[in-house]
């Protein structure tokens, strides 16, 4: 990379719910989201979450602090400028072994900076144009 981007930190909930409106996707032990700004801005902002379903406060800042040591060996990589990624922590984040983590991560930031084909839409008959389920 000739223009490296800035890495930022999420801190505001908006960020975050804005972040869960993007694509997503799960591997192993780590599920990531990413929304595309559209802002045009060199940067890639950065998330980190874990629910208390993975474990007491010391299990979560455990996974969350693997977590981004992740996302900082490889986001610089991997990531796409303008965008916001959330990491957020599945059971056994803290537990997982740490190669098969960065393998976790690394495969869902690949996934994520290839562009998806739009979703087709169902077509609808005349008969199921009007009717509410």
Known sequence: MSDPFKIE???SRPQFLAAAKG??????????????RQDGAPTVRLG??????VGNA???????RRLREA????APLLAVA???YVFIARM???????DRL???VKSALTRLATPRPAPKSAPTTPATAGQDS
Not at 71 to 74: D, E, I, K, M, V
């Open 71 to 74: 996302a900082r060996a490889l």
């Open 23 to 36: 694509v997503s996707e799960a591997r192993g032990a780590v599920v990531v989201q990413r929304l595309d």
């Open 9 to 11: 930190r999420m801190t």
């Open 58 to 64: 010391v299990i979560r800042n455990r996974a969350k």
């Open 48 to 53: 980190f979450t874990a629910t208390r379903k």
């Open 102 to 104: 960065l393998d976790d």
């Open 92 to 98: 056994g984040t803290a537990d997982r072994p740490w």
């Open 82 to 84: 303008g965008s916001d």
